[in-house]
């Protein structure tokens, strides 16, 4: 069943130099407990859209300017793009249905409080258990998320805890409602690698545990290859291809796709890296067509036009004018 | 030429806050010798707090290690880094780059890039200044940046434009050495790709000799002839890139190459994962400081530090583990 379903979702940026299209109509869905990932260098928007959906954007500069967010929250579905970011709606949704850890999870915990004190502060929020019993629970989430001693490691600062436990405290505040969905924004990209492997396999044990679904945003194809069922590429604010965490590697269609892997270097390459050609425009000198075509080999005059999702099958979709003999459709 | 030697480091120590007689403190580098060939690249691996920064800025002469010996070799012959003046160092310091992961960080923000990439020419007075210009712009030129790039500011150019023109201001001087700490970890993959393949290329037309500090694993194979397994400032195992992938002698470079994420083929991967943390340095060392984290530890592990020294089944690879000779390594994968 459709956990999430976004729909030609526009997020605008008022910027001093005018209006930023962080988020250029993007559609996709996510299912019920499944992982999905989201790849794309830096400036992509594949965090503006995870804020878009959990109504973070910043105050004053961020906007919704079109498009749907259904989302079948527990009490029913939805449109989150209708609701007022601050109001009681969005406040429940962000507590209990969706969850979400961020890549530094120093910036997100507060320094002056305990851990304990602050995983209770997030039980609290939502249910109408007892101090004493949010605080047994923080323990039980605590423990569940690999962090020994728990009942002695909750009354200590955030200081006194390393980076991977600091993420594994995180997603235990995350886990403290019960989330249908988790959203991950980079979480392993500050930490070292065997860290990263401890985090992505706690990661999947609990969403299995939990039937939860989780929508990871990175940088690193790798990381998805690891844990994902499908994968979303994103290049300046829009969806360039959509496909499985096993095509991605095996049958990239965009020329973003390919590129990205081109420049990938992996165990046992040696090959020489072929990187893209030029850097990602900077957000005030978006292309008018196809937002990749100055950096693409494979560029010809129609790409000055936005070309349309082509869908190659159930699974794979792309948006590039090198398939337009596929069947135009939406992903 | 490649058989050349240019570094030869023995026994380097050092401790942060050590006392007067160089105890105590906090040991950031224990006993750490390997040598470094003309046009070769050396990569230093491990985790964060591993010590594999602060090697590369012993070399540089940056921290004042406790003990042992850096012995560079140059035309103007051999000399022994560790025992230097300032000013005894300076002309050697041409010939000892250092290229720094956040380019944001290492370049002024108020100074114009043909500044910037001129300075280290202005400190060690090489050059007329009309000489000082035309080598700034062919350098500029060389790393992808156009000759217009002479007149803009950090904050004009990208991060890989940045990391570009760091490259440029440390090959002024013409350095032998060059010291990469990290260079291309706060890159986007395709900006990665082209960084790498630069610093390849500038190391076949110049004869470079690269230190290479770096987390990433997919990043070392692609680099390296050489590498060094570092954990807690002790080397666990030093090999050649081909071997060392390959058939990793040391438990905890199996751990690194097993906790790589890959893709696991339309299946789930039941994968093995290394558990614990690396732990802090200052803790009292007894025995191999891996033994805590270690599948294969025994008692002799937790009482007595390996040494490092030639595998039996590899000598070319050298490895600090009491049960190197015993492990087959090659395809198991660590336990959770």
Known sequence: ?331 | MRDEQILDVTDLTLRFGADKSGQGGLLAVNNVSFGLNRQETLSIVGESGSGKTTIGRCIARLYEPNAGQITFRSEGGEVDLTHMSKAELRPIRQQIQMLFQDPNASLNSRMRIGDLVAEPLNIHRIGTPAERRDRVVSLLERVGLGADTVNRYPHQLSGGQRQRVGIARALTVSPRLLICDEPVSALDVSVQAQVLNLLRDLQDEMGLSYIFVSHDLGVVDYISDRVMVLYLGTIMELATRDDLFAAPAHPYTRALLDAMPSRRDGRHRKRKVLTGEIAGPTLKRQGCVFAGRCPHATDLCQREAPVLRPWARNPATSVACHHADALDLSTEETTI
């Not at chain 1, 993007?26 to 995870?50: D, L, M, P, R, Y």
């Not at chain 1, 989302?71 to 029913?76: I, Q, S």
């Not at chain 1, 290049?235 to 990938?264: C, I, M, N, Q, W």
């Open chain 1, 1 to 331: 069943m459709t956990l999430l379903s976004v729909q030609g979702l526009h997020t605008h940026y008022h910027v001093e130099q005018g209006t930023l299209r962080a988020v250029d109509d993007v559609s996709f869905e996510i299912a019920e407990g499944e992982t999905v990932g989201v790849v794309g260098e830096s400036g992509c928007g594949k965090s503006v859209t995870a804020r878009s959906i959990m109504g973070l954007l910043p105050r004053r500069i961020g906007e919704i300017a079109a498009g749907e967010i259904r989302f079948a929250a527990r009490g029913g579905t939805l449109d989150l793009a209708q609701q007022d970011p601050l109001g009681p709606v969005m406040r429940d949704i962000r507590g209990n249905d969706i969850g979400m850890i961020f890549q530094e999870p120093m910036t997100s915990l507060n320094p002056v409080y305990t851990i304990g004190a602050q995983i209770v502060e997030a039980i609290r929020l939502h249910s109408d258990l007892s101090k004493a019993d949010a605080w047994a629970k923080a323990e039980q989430l605590l423990e569940r998320v690999g962090i020994n001693e728990p009942a002695r490691r909750a009354k200590q600062y955030p200081h006194a805890f390393s980076g991977g436990m600091r993420q594994r405290a995180m997603i235990a505040m995350a886990l403290s409602s019960d989330p249908r969905l988790l959203i991950a924004d980079e979480p392993t990209t500050a930490v070292d690698v065997t860290v990263e492997a401890q985090i992505l396999a706690l990661l999947e044990e609990l969403k299995r545990e939990r039937n939860m679904a989780l929508m990871l945003i990175t940088h690193d194809l790798n990381v998805v290859g690891e844990i994902a069922d499908r994968v979303i590429v994103m290049y300046l604010g829009r969806v360039v291809e959509t496909t499985t965490a096993a095509r991605v590697f095996d049958d990239p269609k965009h020329p973003y796709t390919r590129g990205l892997l081109a420049s990938l270097p992996s165990l046992g390459r040696r090959t020489r890296l072929t990187p893209i050609e030029g850097t990602v425009p900077g957000p005030h000198q978006r292309p008018a067509g196809c937002p990749f075509a100055p950096r693409c080999a494979q560029a010809t005059e129609k790409c000055n036009t936005q070309p349309p999702t082509f869908r190659i099958d159930a699974e794979t979709s792309v948006a590039c004018w090198l398939y337009d003999d596929a069947e135009a459709g939406h992903a």
